[in-house]
C-alpha cells in the first residue's frame, strides 16, 4: 500500500512536471528526492509511534511491577535510546528505493549512505552507554557493590566504546576495512599505550581496589605523605576525589592508592570505638611513697576518695606503694567505668620512658563514639580530669617554665 502511495505521487508530479516542460533528467532526480523524503517520513513516523504510543505502554507496565532494575531503563533512557536506532536502519534499509540505479547518482548515494551508516554508529555508541550507565546503577545498589571503585570499569567500557565506534567511522569515510585499520594500529600500539598510560593504570588499580576490598565511596583515608585526608567521594578510571575536612577537593591518581600506602579509618567505624591515645608529663620530684600519713591526708579530699573507690591499695610482694601508682589506678578505674568508653576493646593508663621532660603517663583506650565532635569533647575530659586530680595526689604535671615562672 505504501509503494501505491508513492507511485501515485510520484507518478502525479512526474505529469505535472511534464506538463510544465521539466527534462525528463529533472523529473528523475526529483522522483529521488522525493521518495529519499517519503522514507524519512516513514522512519519518523515509526519513531513516533515507538516514542508516543510504545513506550508509554511500556512505561505504565513498568510502574506496576516491584522490580527495580526495569525503571531504569527510563531513567538511564535506555529504551529511548533504542528506538533512536530505529530511524537510521529503516533509512538505510529503503535508501535503495530512492537510489536505484548507482551508476547514474553513485556519489550522491554513498555520501548518503555513508552519513547514514555513522548515524547508525553514532546510535549505537548512545545506546551501549547507556546500557553500561544502567549495569552500574544497578550494581551500585547491590550491598556487596555499593560504594565499592567500580565507575572506573564503567568509563573503561565507555572508552573502549568510543575506540570501537571511532574506527568504524573512520572506516565508513576512507570505505576501508576495520580490520585493516585494526592491523595498522597494532603497529602504534606502543604510542596508544604512552597516550593511555593514566587511564590504563587506572584501570587496574581500580580493579585491584574492589577485587581486595581496599576503598569505597564513603571511607575516610589519609595518605600523610601528600597531604590527603578526607572523605572518598567517587573513585573513577583516572582520579580518585577526596573531600578533605576544611571541604577542599583533592584529587590523586587511583594507581597511588596502590603503589604506596594509605591509611583506611573505616574499619574504625565499624568496629565502634576510636582510639585514645593521650600522655602527660609528671615532674618525677613530686612522686613520692604513699605511706599511712599521705593515705589519711589526702583521703580527707571527697573527690580523691571518688576516686579511690575501687582501687587496689595492695602491691606484689609487699613493695611500698607511690603517689604515683594510686594516681593512675584511681585514672584506671575512672576510664574502665566510664560510660562513654567501649568496654570491649583495651584500656589501660602505662609509663613510657621517662625523659628530661619527666615521666610520660600515657591514657590508652576506646572512645564508643567515634564521631569526630564527641570522640574530641571526651578525650578533652578525660584529660582535663587528670591534670586537675594530679595535685590532689601531691604530684605536679610539668611543663616548660614560661616568663611567669621566671619572674616569681
Known amino acids: 500500500m505504501l509503494e501505491q502511495g508513492e507511485n501515485s505521487m510520484i507518478e502525479w508530479i512526474n505529469a505535472t512536471l511534464t506538463k510544465w516542460g521539466c527534462s525528463q533528467h529533472l523529473t528523475g ?29 511500556v512505561r505504565k507496565i513498568v510502574h506496576k511491577t516491584s522490580a527495580k532494575w526495569d525503571d531504569m531503563l527510563f ?33 550522491l548515494a554513498k555520501i548518503i549512505s555513508r552519513a547514514v551508516e555513522i548515524y547508525i554508529v553514532i546510535a549505537f555508541v548512545r545506546f551501549f552507554n547507556s546500557i ?16 565499592r571503585p567500580i565507575k572506573g570499569l564503567m568509563q573503561t567500557g565507555q ?19 576495520p580490520v585493516m585499520l585494526l ?47 578526607g572523605v572518598v567521594e567517587e573513585v573513577a578510571l583516572t582520579t580518585v576525589k577526596i573531600r578533605g575536612w576544611d571541604n577542599t577537593l583533592q584529587t590523586i591518581p587511583p594507581y597511588l592508592l596502590i603503589n604506596e600506602p594509605f591509611d583506611n579509618w ?8 576510636r582510639r585514645i591515645k593521650r600522655s602527660l608529663n609528671i615532674d618525677v620530684t613530686s612522686v613520692q611513697f604513699a605511706t599511712s600519713e599521705f593515705l589519711s ?34 585514672i584506671n578505674a575512672y ?18 620512658q621517662p625523659s628530661e621532660w619527666g615521666l610520660p603517663i600515657e591514657i590508652y583506650c576506646f572512645s564508643a563514639n567515634v564521631n569526630w565532635v564527641p570522640y574530641e569533647t571526651l578525650q578533652a575530659e578525660i584529660i582535663s580530669y587528670i591534670v586537675a586530680l594530679a595535685p590532689m595526689f601531691k604530684l605536679r604535671i610539668y611543663q616548660a617554665p614560661s616568663g611567669l615562672d621566671i619572674r616569681r
Open 297 to 330: 591526708e589526702i583521703t580527707q579530699n571527697e573527690l580523691v576518695k571518688q576516686a579511690l573507690q575501687g582501687v587496689e591499695f595492695k602491691s606484689l610482694e609487699g613493695a611500698t606503694l607511690t603517689n604515683l601508682d594510686l594516681f593512675m589506678r584511681s
Open 183 to 229: 592491523t595498522g594500529l597494532g603497529a602504534s600500539a606502543a604510542v596508544l599505550m604512552l597516550i593511555f598510560q593514566n587511564s590504563i593504570l587506572g584501570f587496574v588499580a581500580g580493579i585491584q581496589l574492589s577485587l581486595n576490598k581496599m576503598l569505597k565511596v564513603g571511607d575516610w583515608i589519609s595518605m600523610p605523605k601528600h597531604g590527603v585526608d
Open 335 to 352: 576510664i574502665s567505668s566510664h560510660p562513654r568508653i567501649n568496654g570491649n576493646m583495651t584500656s589501660m593508663v602505662r609509663q613510657l
Open 29 to 57: 532526480v526529483i522522483d529521488e528526492w522525493v521518495v529519499l523524503l517519503l522514507i524519512i517520513l516513514v522512519a519518523l513516523s515509526v519513531d513516533v509511534i515507538l516514542r508516543q504510543i510504545v513506550l508509554r505502554v
Open 132 to 147: 553500561i550507565r544502567m549495569a552500574f546503577a544497578i550494581a551500585d545498589t547491590r550491598p556487596a557493590l555499593h560504594g
Open 75 to 107: 531513567d538511564h533512557n535506555v529504551l529511548v535510546r533504542m528506538c533512536s536506532i530505529v530511524v537510521p536502519l529503516i533509512i538505510y534499509a529503503l535508501l535503495p528505493l530512492a537510489f536505484p540505479d548507482e551508476q547514474t547518482h553513485g556519489l
Open 266 to 273: 573505616q574499619a574504625m567505624f565499624e568496629t565502634g570505638g
Open 159 to 177: 572508552v573502549i566504546i568510543m575506540m570501537v565506534a571511532a574506527i568504524l567511522v573512520v572506516a565508513i569515510v576512507i570505505d576501508k576495512s
